[in-house]
C-alpha cells in the first residue's frame, strides 16, 4: 500500500509529455502558454503553502488556549498584528501583479505573430471530421484535405477557422491554446511551431454525438518536407494501374462519389471528407482508426457500429466490390 502510495507523483508526471498536452509544447504559442501555466502552478502553490502553514502555526499556538476554552479575540490594533496583515496585503497584491503582468505579455507575444507574413489554412469544422484547405504559396489556389494538418516548422501559419454546422472549438495543446469554431464567422489563430514532430488535434466544444471522435492529426515537419508534401497534395489523384483498384474505382464513383471528392475523377462531392491523398494520412474518420485497408473495409460497411450517429451512411457491398474499393482507397497516395 506505501509502495504504491509512493508511486502516486508520478502520475502527475504522466500528463507532462505526449502527443496531446500542453506541457509539452512544440510551437512558439505553446510555448508562451506553458511559461505562464508553470509561473501560474508557482505562485498560487506557494500560497497555498504559505496558508496552511499559518494555518498550522496558529491552531499550534492556539493549542493550550483552545483546551482552556480560554480563545482570546484577535486584536488588529497590536503593532505587530497590524504589520503582518500590511505585509500579508503587500505579498497578495505583488503576486496578483507578477501574474497580470505575465498574463499580459503573453498576450502581446501571442498578437505579435499577427504581424508577419504567414501560410493561410483555412479549417471548416463539420461534426464530426475537419475540412482543411491550403493556400498555394506559388499559385494562390486553394488545396483541400482533411483531418491531417501539416505545418512547416520555423514558419507562422495563420489557420482561419469556420464552422459548416454546430459550434466546434479547435484544439492542439502542444501548439496553441484554443479557439472557438463558430457558425457564420471567421476566427483566426496563428501558430509558429518550432519542433518537428506528431500531435494530437480534438475538438474541444462539445458538438454532439461523435465530439469525442473529432480529433485530428497534427504533423509538424522542416520547410521543405512541407513544401513536398503540400505540392504532392496539390496533384489530382492517379488514375489506378493495379485492376483491382480499377475496378474500385467504378464502384467508388457509383457508390461513394456523391459525398466524397477524389480530384482528378468524376468523384466531386463535397458532403464528406476530399479523399484524393486519404492513403498519405495516418488515420480515418477523423483520428477514430488507423489508416489501413481493412480498417476501411470496416468503416465502409459498418460506420454506424464505429462512430454511432456519423452522418456516413453504411455502403451495402459485395465483398468482392468492398475489396475493389479498398484497393483503390489505399492506391490513392
Ligand atoms: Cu466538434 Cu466537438
Same mark, same amino acid.
Given at each position: 500500500m506505501r509502495r504504491s502510495l509512493a508511486l502516486l507523483p508520478l502520475l502527475c508526471l504522466a500528463a507532462c509529455a505526449g502527443a496531446q498536452s500542453s506541457l509539452d509544447p512544440a510551437a512558439e504559442q505553446a510555448q508562451s502558454l506553458a511559461g505562464l501555466l508553470t509561473l501560474a502552478t508557482w505562485v498560487c502553490g506557494i500560497f497555498y503553502l504559505l496558508v496552511l502553514f499559518f494555518l498550522a502555526l496558529s491552531l499550534w499556538r492556539a493549542r493550550d488556549r483552545i483546551?482552556?476554552?480560554?480563545?482570546?479575540?484577535? =486584536?488588529?490594533? =497590536?503593532?505587530? !498584528?497590524?504589520?503582518?496583515?500590511?505585509?500579508?496585503?503587500?505579498?497578495?497584491?505583488?503576486?496578483?501583479?507578477?501574474?497580470? !503582468?505575465a498574463s499580459f505579455l503573453v498576450d502581446r507575444s501571442l498578437a505579435e505573430a499577427r504581424a508577419r507574413d504567414a501560410l493561410q489554412v483555412r479549417v471548416t469544422g463539420h461534426q464530426w471530421w475537419w475540412r482543411l484547405e491550403y493556400r498555394d504559396p506559388a499559385s494562390g489556389a486553394w488545396i483541400e484535405t482533411a483531418n491531417e494538418l501539416h505545418l512547416p516548422a520555423g514558419r507562422t501559419a495563420r489557420i482561419e477557422l469556420g464552422s459548416a454546422d454546430v459550434i466546434h472549438s479547435f484544439w492542439v495543446p502542444n501548439v496553441a491554446g484554443k479557439m472557438d469554431v463558430i457558425p457564420g464567422r471567421i476566427n483566426s489563430i496563428d501558430v509558429t511551431p518550432h519542433r518537428e514532430g506528431w500531435h494530437r488535434g480534438q475538438c474541444a466544444e462539445f458538438c454532439g454525438l461523435q465530439h469525442a471522435h473529432m480529433a485530428f492529426d497534427v504533423k509538424v515537419e522542416s520547410g521543405p518536407a512541407f513544401d513536398a508534401w503540400l505540392a504532392a497534395q496539390a496533384r489530382v489523384a492517379s488514375v489506378p494501374i493495379d485492376a483491382g483498384a480499377a475496378r474500385g474505382a467504378q464502384v467508388f464513383a457509383s457508390s461513394c462519389a456523391a459525398c466524397h471528392a477524389v480530384r482528378g475523377s468524376a468523384a466531386a462531392g463535397r458532403v464528406g471528407p476530399?479523399?484524393?491523398?486519404?492513403? !498519405?494520412?495516418?488515420?480515418?474518420?477523423?483520428? !477514430?482508426?488507423?489508416?489501413?485497408?481493412?480498417?476501411?473495409?470496416?468503416?465502409?460497411?459498418?460506420?454506424?457500429?464505429?462512430?454511432?450517429?456519423t452522418m456516413m451512411p453504411a455502403v451495402p457491398l459485395e465483398p468482392a466490390d468492398a475489396d475493389a474499393v479498398g484497393r483503390y482507397l489505399e492506391s490513392l497516395r
Open positions: 483546551a482552556k476554552s480560554a480563545m482570546p479575540a484577535i =486584536e488588529p490594533s =497590536e503593532p505587530a !498584528t497590524r504589520r503582518a496583515l500590511f505585509l500579508w496585503s503587500v505579498l497578495i497584491v505583488g503576486a496578483l501583479c507578477v501574474l497580470v !503582468t476530399d479523399l484524393t491523398h486519404i492513403a !498519405t494520412r495516418r488515420s480515418i474518420a477523423a483520428g !477514430t482508426l488507423p489508416f489501413s485497408r481493412g480498417a476501411l473495409q470496416g468503416w465502409i460497411a459498418q460506420p454506424q457500429a464505429l462512430k454511432p450517429g
